[in-house]
T-cell receptor
């Protein structure tokens, strides 16, 4: 299973963009890169996923490196409600999620 | 669409007992996977069921088992509970491909005393 490396924590100011990096150098060619976030006392929430191309949705953007060994989740304008632990996870066909420690994002008002 | 529902929300058991947790997936989803979350180990994969068949299994002892019914609802069972089994147990449902998002429930908080 592909392993991931993320910063333990990051801090952002409200209304500013946030770039959350993730290294997944052992990812296989068919793994999709998924991002989830987890708020306190809740299950993880899907944010975005992609394979090779950059992806955008209403929550965030995902920038995937050309060699697919890293990706960056971009929150365009952080809000207090974005404070959570963010996980990047390469997912194989069996949905065997190998969660790393994630990045705890703190948003300052 | 209703989300993933896990019952019960909280559970307290004593060592040696067994427990059954339930997960109702989003309608139409055929894959249900289970995870254990503890402060020390983080989120760990238990197993995944697709169309009533266990498709993948994580590195947990045989005391942890599961099943999936024809309506895709799933249960997991833990026998001979140990103190270390205290954790948040999460299930997630999806269509079953690696290109589909996983939708998580809010978990069952199990405390073993």
């Amino acid at each position: 299973d592909a392993k991931t490396t993320q910063p333990n924590s990051m801090e952002s100011n409200e209304e500013e963009p946030v770039h959350l990096p993730c290294n997944h150098s052992t990812i296989s060619g068919t793994d999709y890169i998924h991002w989830y976030r987890q708020l306190p006392s809740q299950g993880p929430e899907y944010v975005i996923h992609g394979l090779t191309s950059n992806v955008n949705n209403r929550m965030a953007s995902l920038a995937i490196a050309e060699d697919r060994k890293s990706s960056t989740l971009i929150l365009h304008r952080a809000t207090l409600r974005d404070a959570a632990v963010y996980y990047c996870i390469p997912i194989n066909a069996g949905n065997m999620l190998t969660f790393g420690g994630g990045t705890r994002l703190m948003v300052k008002p | 669409k209703a989300g993933v529902t896990q019952t019960p929300r909280y559970l307290i058991k004593t060592r040696g007992q067994q427990v059954t947790l339930s997960c109702s997936p989003i309608s139409g989803h055929r894959s249900v996977s289970w995870y254990q979350q503890t402060p020390g180990q983080g989120l760990q994969f238990l197993f995944e069921y697709f169309s009533e068949t266990q498709r993948n299994k994580g590195n947990f002892p045989g005391r942890f088992s599961g099943r999936q019914f024809s309506n895709s609802r799933s249960e997991m069972n833990v026998s001979t509970l140990e103190l270390g089994d205290s954790a948040l147990y999460l299930c997630a449902s999806s269509s079953g491909t690696n290109n589909s998002p996983l939708h998580f429930g809010n978990g069952t908080r199990l405390t073993v005393t």
